[in-house]
Each structure stands twice: as structure tokens, then as C-alpha cells.
């Protein structure tokens, strides 16, 4: 049970919009703990996606963007298209545990 | 180019040792803090460890601590993860990672490519 709670699954088809929410507590996320986003392509190693709530490292897409609020974040995929399919992971860091924090993980599928 | 290289994972019997290692090049290896991540198969990420620059502060997952050590030695540019007792449960691949900056607000911006670990009799 992950600290960090993300839906297991999301999809859309290609062009759309999803949106992938990861909701955290007053420990992590809600005490101010910057949120980023991880893409995991099948059989790859993670890569950094979304840093510091809502910036793109270069080479990113525009399509990707994130937001936070509160004690939650969410991430935006927008104009879907099948090479977006892989699992995406929020990580923060949380004061009660003094340590780094990642949601269990959302996989996407584009239909 | 920014690399990092684990080393030392394989099959383990239940309480057992392994030493992990990871060397770090591309980068001023003592400037930044290093962790390390695992993965256990069809599961997803998990944080269990991390160390500062200069080694002198360290953290641990729960699931870990007490067991697991963190260490570095910044002459080499390697990072170890020298772990003990070791579970079925710590059955996964591990990852070393490149950290941003100190403290909280870091994050993971460069990952090897991951090294198996399986604790099985």
C-alpha cells in the first residue's frame, strides 16, 4: 500500500485526454513537498518526466503537463498517441517517514 | 554523458548477504546525492534508500533499515547498498539513481539500467 495513491489503470484513445491523479496527505504533498513524475516504458528504466510539480526536462512533449493542489497532483497527457502507453509514477518526499515517497504506479493504455 | 553502472546482484539464499555497487560517471560524482530504488517483479517503484554528497547523512525506507547500509566512496565515484538478512520480499531489480539537489525537493533525474537481485532457496 503505497503512501502516494494513484488509480491502477487509465485509457484513452489516440488524441485524447487523460488526466492520472496521485493524492498524498498533510506529510507529503499537502506540506508543500514538490511532486514528480516518472514514464516507465515496457521493459525500461524509469525516466524522469515532470520535476519540481510542473516542469518538462528538455525533450519532453508539451502534451505532458502536471499541476498540484492541496495535498494532490495530477499529471495531463494530452493528443494520446500509442507510444505514451507505459506506467507513470508520482514520487514526493514525506516528513513522517524522512524519506522519498512513490505512488504504487498508473498503467496506461491507448486503445 | 551522464552515466550510471549497478553491479553485484543474484541469487541469494534467505538471510543472506549481497554488496551492490554502483559506479557513477559523467558528472562530479561527490556533488550530488545518490539512491537507490527497486523494483520487484510486475510491482512497481520503490524507494528504500539515499545518501548526501559527502556521505555523512542517510536515509532509509522502513522496510529496509536495520538491514540495508548505505554507503560511498566519492575517490571511486561508486555507490554501495550492502545488504543483510535478506527476504524473499527483497526479491526485485535495484536501481541506482542520480539525485538533483539536497534535501527533500530532489528528484531521480538519471537511473541505471538496474541490477537483479533474487532471494530464494
Known amino acids: 500500500q503505497s503512501v502516494l495513491t494513484q488509480p491502477p489503470s487509465v485509457s484513452g484513445a489516440p488524441g485524447q485526454r487523460v488526466t492520472i491523479s496521485c493524492t498524498g496527505s498533510t506529510s507529503n504533498i499537502g506540506a508543500g513537498f514538490d511532486v514528480h513524475w516518472y514514464q516507465q516504458l515496457p521493459g525500461t528504466v524509469p525516466k524522469i518526466l515532470i520535476f519540481?510539480?510542473?516542469n518538462r526536462p528538455s525533450g519532453v512533449p508539451d502534451r505532458f503537463s502536471a499541476s498540484k493542489s492541496g495535498t494532490s497532483a495530477s499529471l495531463a497527457i494530452s493528443g494520446l498517441q500509442a507510444e505514451d502507453e507505459a506506467d507513470y509514477y508520482c514520487q514526493s518526499f514525506d516528513n513522517s517517514l524522512n524519506g522519498w515517497v512513490f505512488g504504487g504506479g498508473t498503467k496506461l493504455t491507448v486503445l | 554523458e551522464v552515466q550510471m553502472l549497478e553491479s553485484g546482484g543474484g541469487l541469494v539464499q534467505p538471510g543472506g548477504s549481497l554488496r551492490l555497487s554502483c559506479a557513477g560517471s559523467g558528472f562530479r560524482f561527490n556533488t550530488y546525492g545518490m539512491t537507490w530504488v527497486r523494483q520487484a517483479p510486475g510491482k512497481g517503484l520503490e524507494w528504500i534508500s539515499a545518501?548526501?554528497?559527502?556521505?555523512?547523512?542517510?536515509y532509509y525506507a522502513d522496510s529496509v533499515k536495520g538491514r540495508f547500509t548505505i554507503s560511498r566512496d566519492n575517490s571511486k565515484n561508486t555507490l554501495y547498498l550492502q545488504m543483510n538478512n535478506l527476504r524473499a520480499e527483497d526479491t526485485a531489480v535495484y536501481y541506482c539513481?542520480?539525485?538533483?539537489?539536497?534535501?527533500?525537493?530532489?528528484?531521480?533525474?538519471?537511473w541505471g539500467q538496474g541490477t537483479l537481485v533474487t532471494v530464494s532457496s
Open positions: 545518501i548526501s554528497g559527502s556521505g555523512y547523512t542517510t
Open positions: 519540481d510539480n510542473n
Open positions: 539513481a542520480k539525485m538533483t539537489k539536497s534535501g527533500s525537493s530532489s528528484h531521480f533525474d538519471y
